[in-house]
């Protein structure tokens, strides 16, 4: 699990490289159209195709577009925000899982889960201080990345045992790839260097890596044990930033940052208790 939010954070950082010099949608395109061919290959090669076939083609249509407007609005945000900051707001994802969980799974919130959300929410807060001038509406897009992001999980957990995991994620690389497909002759600029070719396909490769990863690491535990783990990707986006663009969070962000992940910490804890008592 740290291996794989290590390498989505360095898949985050290579995106946010590259918007120096090219649109945003088009370097979403590149991250699934090589995802896809490269799922594609394994696919057949592992002589497991079949998997492209689903039962649920609503919802994974709508996981999809889910994780593609995630990724777009998230690349979109890195165009101004630090690498720390934008992956410490978009920390209050468990945050909306929880409270998504209530009216679409059915699942019970508690008092002291929705003390905890709300706390998460004020430490998002002080990452992007509104009224301060660190604060611009692009610090409102990792929120609204987080919350299609809750949905596409709430949507996942729906097709869980009803679907083999290589079929959603192929699915997500399909409507991805097709969607930015779309719109991808009113946002594309071709790449001035092999380098820069080299990056985007770089962008895709980690996607599939990381998401095999992901993947492996849920064959050896549990979403509750491993959900703490994810918290890595603060120390990977740190580190990457201060590394590649100079950038390292103040004091305030900080501070926002530790109750986000103690709030999500919280909520992992309270799911495991639930669990064991269950």
Sequence with gaps: MVAAVG?????????KYLTRWYPVPGIVWARYAFNLVIL????????????????????????????????????????VLPLADAAAIAFVLPLFVAALAVPMLKERLDASRLAAIAVGLAGALLVVRPGSSVFTAYALLPLAMALCN??????TRK?????????????????????????LPFAWKTPDHAAHWALLGVIGILASVGHYLLIRAYDYASATLLAPYTYSGLIWAMALGLVVFGNFPD??????????????????????????RG
Excluded at 150 to 155: C, G, K, N, R, S
Excluded at 168 to 180: D, E, Q, R
Excluded at 251 to 276: K, P
């Design 7 to 15: 390498v989505f954070t360095l898949m985050d950082t290579i995106a």
């Design 40 to 79: 594609l290959a394994w696919l057949a090669w592992c002589g497991d195709l079949r998997r492209v076939r689903t039962s649920r083609p609503g919802i994974q249509l709508a996981r999809g577009l889910l994780l593609a407007c995630a990724t777009l609005i998230y690349f979109t945000s890195l165009t």
């Design 150 to 155: 809750a949905l596409y999980q709430i949507l």
């Design 251 to 276: 004091g305030w962000a900080l501070t926002g940052m530790g109750i986000i992940v103690a709030s999500g910490l919280f909520l992992v804890s309270r799911q495991r208790l639930t669990v064991h």
């Design 159 to 183: 097709v869980a045992g009803l679907e083999h995991p290589l079929t959603s994620l192929i699915w997500g690389a399909i409507v991805g790839a097709a969607l930015l497909s779309a719109a």
